[in-house]
């Protein structure tokens, strides 16, 4: 990774980016980095109801950046600012928002119904894609659209914003897996039953989007260069899928997308929620010492460690519960282990997924504070 | 335990073209439309304890329940007005502030083809209701469901009313969905954590104590 911004960032940016890059190297930093994921918890932190939160990327990263400064010595973000909105972008479904949808003070969700149904697969062989896509999009998804030219633009405002206080945003941008989009357009259910049902026609609209997808994560990298990009996994979970179905509609898709991401330069993070004990092993035919694994406290991280020393970092998992409903002694204690199990190196602490709204501000404060302490 | 079954044995193997071409020719040959219903639940027992052992993952649980459900689909129609033996009773919701339904979904399939009766509540799902159906159908099971953190305080709000209603000690409550752990229902005051809907299963079975 590199530098993110075209000013001369402060010395202390300097060496919290030299602390990841020898992190994601494998390699032993002066001590464990920390990066955090946030975003209604930053809402809560500074006293914004999740309606105020939402309504402008701009509240939105201040008061992501106000809880950074709130925390104490966090090394790095992974997102700059946040529009919930855009998720749809990701699962194809339209997200209920607070002081929209939703009550004020509500968590946003997604709403996912069967949107697209089965001869959608055989329009997007005859359509393209794309224009099958837009078509989908200009139903649906509106608002998420919206969100995502929010969040281009005010990237490149906040991010040196960050830069300056020596907070390195370490993931701003997503390459997206083909299954999750045809997931959540469809249900986990239904598109789950498509996988048994009509195998063959699932793979060729995948192969389809592939073929837009690889040149689009190329163009993504190339453009904007040598930082860390989300390559996520959900409902694609080794937990949710039989051996045989994961190997075909899973693995070999994520593993060119990691390649390519790569190939051009950018760092991988692999953020992937659920499950994934079982393909553990698989990292390994990724690109040593160049992919960050984001766990989200269902995988054990313990054993991923194990496997994974020396290949790949790790990032995570304190649970996201435990920062909910546990104590301070529980955080410490559970970070110790981590500290010294899956670091100090190739590791970086963090939250498993995200800090959850309604996780104590004492027990994120903990998981902050605990790289100090070994 | 019954004896394993060709129809039992087709759904438990995931041949969904074998378990419904065997329920057209027991019934073309007169057999007892609940005599094969129980064959099907068989092979949902079949499916339920490859999960369990690691053999099968979520996405056969699905496949299975929708196979069960689609070969017994002409059987439930014959049956309709008579009894049938159920082996209790389940009330399920996700709770309030929460509109994920597929886990919720996956645990009323489940526990159906397993022979307990649901009383799906739906989503977010306030504690008056929950309240109100344990009056309405005596449960011996609540089960709550969630995908996220917010709601812990609507499940642990819903056990409360339970219990203010002097109805905590008829009913088992279980737990479960993404983040919820041990932990989580230790807070919430919940009697079992079932970390997959078949979890939930073997746990409700346990309880009603044929599991």
């Known amino acids: ?374 | 335990m019954a004896e394993m079954t060709d129809l039992a044995q087709a759904l438990g193997d995931l041949d969904e073209a074998m378990a419904v071409a065997l329920v057209e020719e027991k019934l073309a040959r007169g057999l007892e439309p609940l005599a094969i219903l129980q064959e099907l639940q068989l092979g949902m027992n079949l499916v339920g304890e490859r999960f369990e052992s690691g053999e099968y993952y979520l996405s056969e649980l699905i496949y299975g329940a929708d196979i069960f459900q689609k070969a017994s689909a002409p059987l439930q129609e014959l049956l309709q007005g008579q009894a049938q033996e159920k082996l209790g009773t389940l009330v399920l919701g996700t709770v309030k502030n929460d509109i994920h339904d597929f886990g919720k979904n996956i645990v009323a399939t489940l526990m159906r083809a397993n022979g307990i009766e649901v009383v799906d509540l739906g989503v977010d799902v306030d504690w008056a209701a929950f309240v109100q159906a344990i009056k309405e159908h005596q449960p011996q099971l609540v089960g709550m469901s969630c995908l996220l953190t917010t709601a812990f305080d609507a499940m642990k709000e819903t056990i409360q009313a339970i219990e203010a209603a002097g109805l905590r000690d008829k009913v088992t409550i279980l737990v479960g969905g993404g983040p919820v752990d041990e932990n989580t229902r230790e807070y919430v005051g919940a009697d079992r954590y079932c970390r997959t809907a078949q979890d939930g299963v073997s746990a409700a079975k346990q309880v009603l104590g044929v599991g």
């Open chain 1, 1 to 374: 990774m590199q530098e993110q911004a075209t000013f001369t960032p402060p010395p202390l940016y300097a060496e919290r980016m030299q602390r990841l890059q020898t992190a994601i190297a494998c390699g032993t930093p002066d001590r464990v980095p920390v990066s955090l994921v946030m975003d209604s918890f930053a809402a809560r932190t500074m006293g914004l109801k999740l309606s105020e939160f939402v309504s402008s990327v701009d509240v939105a990263a201040q008061a992501m950046l106000g809880t950074l400064e709130k925390l104490g010595d966090v090394d790095s973000i992974q997102f700059a600012t946040y529009a919930p909105d855009v998720l749809g972008l990701l699962w194809l479904a339209p997200v209920k928002v607070p002081g929209r949808e939703l009550p004020d003070d509500t968590q946003w969700q997604l709403d996912e119904q069967v949107r697209m149904q089965q001869e959608d697969y055989g329009r997007i062989l005859d359509m393209g894609w794309s224009a099958w896509l837009g078509e989908y999009i200009g139903k649906y998804l509106g608002a998420a659209v919206t969100a995502a030219q929010a969040l281009a633009e005010a990237n490149p405002r906040w991010v040196p914003e960050y830069v300056k206080r020596g907070y390195v945003v370490l993931s701003p941008l997503t390459v997206d897996h083909p299954f999750e989009h045809l997931c959540g357009a469809r249900t986990v259910k239904e598109f789950t039953l498509d996988l048994y049902r009509i195998p063959e026609k699932v793979q060729a609209v995948m192969d389809l989007i592939m073929v837009e997808k690889r040149e689009q994560a190329r163009q993504l990298v190339r453009s904007f260069g040598p930082m860390g990009y989300w390559v996520g996994s959900w409902r694609t979970a080794p937990e949710f899928l039989a051996p045989k179905l994961w190997d075909r509609f899973v693995w070999p898709y994520m593993k060119e997308l990691v390649e390519i991401v790569v190939e051009e330069g950018g760092t991988p993070i692999l953020h992937y929620d659920a499950n994934w004990d079982r393909e553990i092993p698989r990292l390994k035919e990724l690109p040593p010492r160049r992919c960050v694994l984001a766990l989200d406290s269902k995988t054990d991280i313990f054993r991923a460690k194990k496997i994974l020393a020396g290949h790949m970092c790790i990032l995570g998992d304190v649970p996201p519960g435990l920062l909910t409903v546990g104590t301070v002694d529980e955080v410490r204690a559970y970070c110790r282990r981590l500290l010294s199990e899956v670091g100090p190196d190739g590791y970086i602490m963090a939250m498993g997924c995200a800090i959850p709204s309604d996780a104590k501000f004492e027990n994120v404060k903990a998981m902050v504070d605990s790289v100090h302490e070994v």
